[in-house]
C-alpha cells in the first residue's frame, strides 16, 4: 500500500522568505503522480504542482518549485518569495499512474507566513 | 466556468440523527468523489462514481453511509445514524472522467459536527 508522509506539522515563516515543505512517499510503482495542494483557511483545496514520476525534470508554477527525488522517494515544495496569501494547509498526495486509482493524501502541513 | 458547489456548508447534528450533503460538479465532468476529512488529516476517499455508476466504494462504512448520483450529474451522501466520529469536513471533488482523475477539482466542504 502507498503512504505519504508529512513530517512537519506547521511552520512558520516571514513574508518574502523562501520555505521547503517536505514529504516522503512509500511505493512499489515505477510510475505514478505526484501533488501539492493548497488548503486555505476557507477549505477549498487547490492543487499548486503536479509531478509525473517518468518526469526528470522538476515541476514549477511560478514562485512554487519541488524538487523530486525518485530514488530517495522525496518530493518536497519550494515556494519562494512567500507571500501572506501563501497561508493555508499543504497536502502532499499520491496515485498510480492508472484509471481510476485514488489520490493518498498525507497529513499536512499548516503553513504561516508571518508580516 | 462554475466550480463545484457543495451545500450546507455548515451541518450540526446530534448523534443517531441523519444528514444529507449536496454536490454539483463541474458541468461536463462524469466522474465524481466524495472525501472525508477529518480534523488534522488528509482527505480519504469514500467513494467514486462514474456518470451514475459507482467506480469505487471501498472505504464507504456501508452499515450508515450512502451515495447516489442517480442522473450523472449531482450526487448526494447521507449518514444515516450519524456517530461521534463522523464529525468532519466532507470534500465532493470532480474530473472530467476516469482517465484524468489526476486533475481533481475540490468543492468548499460540508463541515459536519455530531454531538
Known amino acids: 500500500a502507498q503512504t505519504v508522509t508529512q513530517s512537519q506539522p506547521e511552520m512558520s515563516v516571514q513574508e518574502a522568505e523562501t520555505v521547503t515543505l517536505s514529504c516522503t512517499y512509500d511505493t512499489s510503482e515505477s510510475n505514478y503522480y505526484l501533488f501539492w495542494y493548497k488548503q486555505p483557511p476557507s477549505r477549498q483545496m487547490i492543487l499548486v504542482i503536479r509531478?509525473?514520476?517518468?518526469?526528470?525534470q522538476n515541476a514549477t508554477e511560478n514562485r512554487f518549485s519541488v524538487n523530486f527525488q525518485k530514488a530517495a522517494k522525496s518530493f518536497s515544495l519550494k515556494i519562494s518569495d512567500s507571500q501572506l496569501g501563501d497561508t493555508a494547509m499543504y497536502f502532499c498526495a499520491f496515485m498510480k499512474h492508472e484509471r481510476d486509482d485514488k489520490i493518498i493524501f498525507g497529513k499536512g502541513t499548516r503553513l504561516h507566513i508571518l508580516p | 466556468e462554475a466550480g463545484v458547489a457543495q451545500s450546507p456548508r455548515y451541518k450540526i447534528i446530534e448523534k443517531r440523527q441523519s444528514v444529507a450533503f449536496w454536490c454539483n460538479p463541474i458541468s461536463g465532468h462524469a466522474t465524481l468523489y466524495w472525501y472525508q476529512q477529518i480534523l488534522g488529516q488528509g482527505p480519504k476517499l469514500l467513494i467514486q462514481f462514474q456518470n451514475n455508476g459507482v467506480v469505487d466504494d471501498s472505504q464507504l462504512p456501508k452499515d450508515r453511509f450512502s451515495a447516489e448520483r442517480l442522473k450523472g450529474v449531482d450526487s448526494t451522501l447521507k449518514i444515516q445514524p450519524a456517530k461521534l466520529e463522523d464529525s468532519a469536513v466532507y470534500l465532493c471533488?470532480?474530473?472530467?472522467?476516469?482517465?484524468?482523475?489526476?486533475?481533481?477539482?475540490f468543492g468548499p466542504g460540508t463541515r459536519l459536527t455530531v454531538t
Open positions: 471533488a470532480s474530473s472530467h472522467n476516469r482517465v484524468r482523475a489526476y486533475e481533481q477539482y
Open positions: 509531478q509525473e514520476a517518468y518526469k526528470q
